[in-house]
């Protein structure tokens, strides 16, 4: 019985950590996908007319892709050519949404900068990751 009540209580306890790490993470996604979306303006330099037809063909197309990743993560096992492959028939779907509403040369910039966004994103994770951490640093200080 002391048992099960100690069990009950350590889940109580925890709860609060594993919503914090959900919104944290919720907070982590919400900066990022501001970074893309000010990277791709700055990319595409959308005067007020094209950004107002761009946006939501792009909040559609995101939202797609976000699903096909969704389920990619929750089924690791499945194949990583078939996900690539949903990745580019959505790509593919939205080609000629994108291209009608900033032109083909455009629409090609737009498919770079959102694989060039990732690679910044990708180093900057790297950069921070090999930073020491604040109790590195407080122990080369103290050292000091």
Avoid: C
Avoid at 6 to 19: E, G, Q, R, T
Avoid at 28 to 48: G, H, W, Y
Avoid at 66 to 90: G, N, S, T, Y
């Amino acid at each position: 019985m002391k048992h099960i009540l100690s069990l009950i209580l350590i889940s109580f306890l925890a709860l609060p950590a594993l919503y914090a790490q959900e919104a944290e993470k919720a907070k982590r996604e919400e900066k990022i996908q501001t970074l893309e979306i000010a990277f791709i303006s700055r990319k595409l330099n959308l005067n007020p007319e094209e950004a107002q037809k761009f946006w939501p063909v792009y909040n559609e197309y995101k939202r797609e892709v976000r699903q096909i990743a969704i389920i990619q993560k929750a089924q690791p096992e499945r194949d990583m050519i078939e996900f690539e492959q949903k990745v580019l028939d959505v790509r593919k779907k939205y080609k000629d949404q994108f291209s009608g509403v900033i032109g083909q040369t455009r629409m090609n910039e737009f498919f770079r900068a959102e694989h060039e966004f990732r690679g910044v994103l990708l180093n900057k994770i790297k950069n921070q990751s090999q930073r020491p951490g604040p109790e590195i640093k407080r122990e080369r200080r103290q050292r000091n």
